[in-house]
């Protein structure tokens, strides 16, 4: 009951600013044409509604969800162990970290930095396992990339 | 028509040509099959190399990577559940379930077997009545497209798993995460903030991208951290054997394999859709064919497979016959045509009877060669999952990040694949199900403008829709499929009444 | 063990890409004749030539060819990169974040006066944020009716457009497209109201031939085709002179209609770029484009090879831009 509540009111704030968004945007200057604002504001309000149903929704239990045949991808995973979520945050938070010093000092050591992070959290030696693979992981890609197919990676924006 | 057979013939065996169909068809097949590349970038590249070649040949070469782009994005969906290109998204759904079931051998060998089946079937169609056809898709305008492309999202409906309600939220904010870039008529900012690297909009790849791999992967990790940084892996060595569908199956998924070859081909002639549209549509007369479908059965792996390779085919027929790309792929073809003085039109059948026969022989070749290459490839393809899967996963991680910046070469899709595969992760954490976001995701645009390009002709009059009657035929078929959840169980509380 | 076999096969697959790449892609032959280092050493490197429309469009094609002939001048290699959106205002802006160091450079075109004064470029970046290496090519622009439509000529057809002001449906290729612009230009010295249907060039060939609308207003090089099949029949060419692949088809001038309005394209950097380097770039670039090549090569697009310096560039865009601004004014678009 809890969980579907909470979702369901982070909707309705996305929804609202959203909303507020839209507002924002321009009337159209064509005749018969419904203008920049007609889709979102359709969509949002479906969305709405969809998450006002949500909120009054019982959540599932789990041995009812399982009953259930013809499921999404998620299924089988799910019955193996619940993985606790502040760990894969954790995992996501480090990548964001190296997107973010991809983005400033460079595709290479970005990737490196972050993926020997991520390696050594879930257990590897940092030094020599986890820098080892990921610098070849990275240099590999790198040199793929930049020298065979002449796609230019991001090279940092503080140099 | 028997001269420009024989003269065809001629052209497309040529060593050249052959050598250049091969090359075209593994890049194809290698580029889709590895996460973040897509056969897209392949088409590219290739760009340069057509300069230089003679016409046949450098057709050959981007019609082999569009073939084996469409047929090698299987792969990596089945083996790792994420797909290789967007019109493979849904052959996840099923390719995978049998991939965890020990079974990855069987789906990639249905998808050998429908890639092809489509392929062939979609070039029969192009061979035998290209010109009828054109002339069909002609009559489709905003309006029709429209209504077809609505009836594709109504089988959100279907793809939406235990609840309806999450299914629809999920395929409502895909659709509405379209409306981010510039305004499909007015080519205004639209929730932009003003950043340029919005602008773009919110693409297919990089969500796709991110939402299949990044979760797949963190939850790696997390059980590998479990088990001291080795990841569990199925101690039973399942024995993967590459293995063709059998006679049987392939008896009894004829129909289906045609019908969803037939949606890929029809699709593909009609210029503004494609693929992943395709391939969910033939999705859907899969669930009706088989109610097992989503937990792992061959038709789910077929009809997808059998209606993007379809595609081809179909996309080939308002090229050739109008000079019209359907779609991104075929525009880079058309190019290829220009450069060497073919304009692709009404009249290249009357001027260049030999060369487009040579094209339909080389399609035939190609597919051959996917075949081929695709029942050996298997056998390696497979040894995949013998890989530790953390170094698996490091590689497609660092893949995620070149993969979505190669796209548009903007690092705002880096930021993009990032957060939606965050928002993957706690939809599938919350059980809201992900393919209806891509699906609308894919069609979102293709709604939005359509329907209002359709009202600037009508001046605002919603007649336009009803009309028409393609329109209005599918505009019924998407009433029905999104009300028939609410009037099920009501029928089936009526029989069940009735025989109390 | 089991990594190392992994990392050998990693290795091999990357080595195979590479291979098949590395015959692809064909880095400017053997340079003719190295370059005099007189002054600045430039290029030392590669340059990035980024083009604003998709990969395989008329745009792509030709501006890579252009920049294949003046690599081989500069003795390095111009990548040209697709950077595609916001109507051409995702690539000029990043062309304009980078370094003024003559190894950016980007294929402008019409396109950054209409992206400007529509309001998707920030404030201080107008076409002036950039300095002409040498303008390239021109295309032109024609009206084409379906070719059963009770027109025979454009006579007729303004005839008709006048008796009925705002029903004759026009597809054009979107709001503030060129062709938007063009329709708008014609609308004017005709003396007509159309009913404007922003399609895309391609949906707008469609829409012509399965009767949605009754004209439509579309580069020539899209109209050829279907007027040399005889499934359109192109009223007019709006443009400075007739074209190659259709000699039958009068420009509206000769039919005493004054409007003339033609897509440029051609090579820009950002407007700090040093002197020297500016003009070695334009020397390298006119040479390509005054070629035999690529003067066929362009001949196939139906493009007309116009070269001029990046002065002349410079005082035409301004010229350009003034008239588009007039333009955009009238069909309500322009924001700045």
Known sequence: MKQNRIIATVLLVIIAFWAYLTTQLPETTMIGEPGPKFVPAVLLGIMAILSVSLYFTKDLQKAEETEIEADEIEKEIEPQEELPMSGALKLFGIFFVGIILVYLVGFTIGLIVSLSAMLWMIGWKLFPRAILFSTTVTLAIYFLFSWALKIPLPNGSLF | MLEYFSQGLVIALQWENILFMFIGTILGLVFASIPGLTFSTALILMIPVTFGLDPVPAISVLLGVFAGGMSGGSISAILLGIPGTPSAAATVIDGYEMAKKGEAGRALGMAVYASVFGGIFSLLVLMLVAPQLAKVALKFGPAEIFALVIFGLSTIVSLSGTSLNKGLLAGMFGLLLTTVGLDPVMGLQRFTFGQSWLMIGIGIMPVMIGMFALPEIIETFQRAKNNKGVSKEPTDKQVVKASFPTLKEMKSTFFLMIKSSAIGTGLGAIPGTGGPIASFLAYDQAKRHNPKCGKGVIEGVGAPEAANNGVTGGAMIPLLTLGIPGDSATAIMLGAFLIHGLAPGPLLFQNYGDLVYAIFISILIIYIMVLVIQFFGIRLFVRVLDFPKVNLMIVILAMTVVGSFAINLNFGDVLIMFFAGLLGYLMKRYGFPITPLILALVLGYTIESNFRKALVYSDGSLDIFVQSPVSLVFLILALIMLLAPLIKPILEKRVKADKA | MKKSKFMIIVLTVLLAITMLAGCSSTPAEQPTEPTEPTETPFPEKSMDLTILFGAGGAADVIGRKLADGAAKELGEPIVANVRTGGGGAVGYQHVLGQK??????????????????????????????????????????????????????????????????????????????????????????????????PLDSKESVTALLGGRVDAMVNMAFDAIPQVQAGEMRALGIVGTQRIDAMPDVPTMKEQGYDVDLLMWRGIAVPKDTPDEIVLKLQDAFLTSANSDEFKEFAKKYSLTVAPTTGAEFDAYMAEQDEMIAKLMDKIGLKKQ
């Open chain 3, 100 to 197: 003024a160091d003559g190894y950016n450079l980007v294929w402008n075109s019409t396109s950054i006066c209409v992206t400007y004064h529509q309001g998707n470029m920030p404030a201080d970046q107008d076409y002036s944020a950039f300095r002409g290496v040498a303008k390239i090519t021109e295309e032109a622009s024609a009206i084409a009716v379906k070719a059963d439509a009770p027109w025979a000529n454009l006579e007729e057809f303004v005839e008709y457009a006048k008796a009925n002001p705002g029903k004759v449906t026009v597809a054009n290729s979107g709001v503030g497209s060129f062709n938007h612009l063009t329709a708008a230009a014609i609308e004017d010295a005709l003396g007509v109201e159309f009913k404007h249907i």
